[in-house]
């Protein structure tokens, strides 16, 4: 396979293909010219696979038109013109047509590439109730009487328990099965999975009821969940004869329950969707998953009776071609761009936050939390669920003893903003001026600080987050209550916290597994709403519009802008919780993290929302991509994995993984990052450098 890092075969996808050719009933002539031409446009396209209907070189509905030798040599005859057109094209193709083995007729799925037949797949269960009596017609595959047929001139494996595996496209082993076999309590395609089949293919002709539309994607996205693999649905169109049933021409592909692209119906010409297969993503969840294993081991018997058929297409898919990902990438994995959904996500987080937080509090006997408040983002929506914890509790919000701690470099704009907050939420507010004990610590410490030296060190940084800590202990101590902590998770991430303070050390984390640019989304979500009064929304979208900032840096006098900006030091949150998405959830290396950031974020306008916190529509070039992720993985595997390591309780919120040693993330304080920052090498500096 190409070795080219824009190339989607680069970084372990594949392309592959859904076709519904418009059919003639009992035409094999016409039915064969109209695959040809749709195998030819997914040739165009790069694909590397292509399924089609079942029966489709005959029609589906011929009905006891099957049993004349006239059609069943003329479906023949109509394989063989397709088989002799895949002798140029690189891809594989399932084509579906009734077949003659012995003295039994079949309902078969073929399987085609360079000019040859790979396999023969027979339909294992035959529908014979309501609308269907294919038994009349066919026998099922476990009455198959042997295992290789001669067919054109060649003989070829057959049977239901046959898998194909391309040679040259990494993990791209597919299975067939046919209609009424994915129907069934136990699909043969759980036990194509289960021997390595990570695309599973369902030719089908299906005719459309009311609802049926919505139970085949139950269907085919529940199959494809439990197996962790693609599953790709055929569906007969027009053509099919009308006497009896109406036909739709629907057409599926998931990824593990995921929708990765859908055929129009009901329309009146061929048509053929295309979809991205992320086959490394699924091998990396068949790993993660050890229960998938396990049923391997439970079920060896039927995953021996595979038979692997190994091929080689003839030429790379596309012919050569770099082909740029075709499937959407989401720029923000953790927050669904889609309104609803977005909502949706916010509001279960939420819950799962305060539900956790009602727990510990329950649990603990303590009626009462301690929380510093900066003005900032994540102070702000961890005093949020503190809120609302305590209305689920039914206790008074005065329970909350919030605390905004000024120091040396705390500008005026975050000030204003906790004092607003706090009061907005009905929380006990206090306010603690932490420079006279800093002031204290740095004379203890013999700094140049306090002998009148404006050195702003890493030191003079520290005192001042070691003190408000110092408080926020002590406080809770005095009145008998817990510290909560507000660091998130890219925080944690990227090591950008402060080893044992507030930021990293608490009592209880409800902000522990939430990345930042989640909680941005859950501080909007809750302004939005509406339910702490219009004055508490207005400085909700204050906090939102405020620089991140450590604020532990004097700026210049009369500049109303922090001296310190965060994400000049560590790069864009919106990138970097790319890159932990991506690393994290799915153990991706940094070329193909690389790969996926540059497909969502070389377009200005692909996936820019039109609200406050991304009204920028940044645009990332390659150059920013490869410069960005080197800080996140130096950071995040060789430096910071120590701060990880003792991190307090916390709710884990999301299926996009925490960094708890206690649940997600284990890992060595003391690894080095060499074979991260070597596969960086990877990624050119420029596109189509």
Known sequence: MQNDFFNLYSHGFARVAVATPRCKIADPVFNAAQTIALAEAAAQQGAALVAFPELGLSAYSCDDLFHQAALLDACEAGLRTVMDATAQLPLALVVGLPLRVGHQLFNCGVVLAGGKI????????????????????????????????????????????????????????????????????????????????????????????????????????????????????????RGESSTDMAWDGQTLIYEKGDLLAEA??????????????????????????????????????????????????????????????????????????????????????????????????????????????????????????????????KLPRTNILAYTMPGFATSERTLRQARALMEAVGCEAHEIDIRPSCIQMLEDLGHPYAEGQETYDITFENVQAGERTSHLFRLANFHNGIVIGTGDLSELALGWCTYGVGDHMSHYNVNASVPKTLISHLVRWVAESGVIGTSGSDVLLQVLATEISPELVPGKAGEDKPAQSTESSIGPYELQDFNLYYILRYGFAPSKVAFLAWSAWKDREQGAWPDAVHASRNQYMLADIKKHLATFVYRFFKISQFKRSCVPNGPKVGNGGSLSPRGDWRAPSDAEAVVWQADLDRIPDEAGK
């Open 264 to 393: 129009e119906r009901f329309q009146d010409d061929s048509h053929i969707i295309y979809g991205d297969v992320d086959l490394e993503r699924l091998s990396r969840e068949r790993m993660h998953t050890t229960t998938f294993a396990q049923q391997v081991r439970h079920h060896a018997q039927q995953v021996a009776a595979f038979r692997v058929v190994r091929f080689a297409l003839p030429g790379a898919p596309g012919g050569g071609k770099t082909l740029a990902l075709g499937r959407a990438v989401e720029r923000f994995p953790y927050v669904p761009s889609d309104p609803q959904r977005r909502d949706e996500r916010c509001t279960e987080v939420y819950h799962i936050q305060v539900q956790a937080l009602v727990q510990r509090l329950s649990q603990s006997g303590m009626k009462k939390v301690i929380i510093g408040v900066s003005g900032g983002l994540d102070s702000t929506h961890a005093l949020l669920v503190c809120a609302k914890a305590m209305d689920r509790l």
């Open 118 to 237: 790979l396999g023969v797949v027979p339909k294992s269960y035959l529908p014979n109730y309501g609308e269907f009596y294919e038994a009349r017609q066919f026998s099922a595959a476990d009455s198959a009487p042997c295992s290789q047929v001669d067919l054109l001139g060649q003989s070829v494996p057959f049977g239901a328990g046959l898998l194909f595996e391309v040679e040259g496209v990494a993990l791209l082993r597919f299975h067939v099965e046919i209609c009424e076999d994915v129907w069934v309590p136990i699909p043969p395609s759980s036990f194509a999975a289960l021997a390595g089949a990570t695309v599973l293919v369902n030719l089908s002709a299906s005719n459309v009821l009311v609802g049926k539309s919505g139970y085949r994607h139950q269907l085919v996205s529940q199959q494809s969940a439990r197996c962790l693999a693609a599953y790709l649905y055929t569906s007969a169109g």
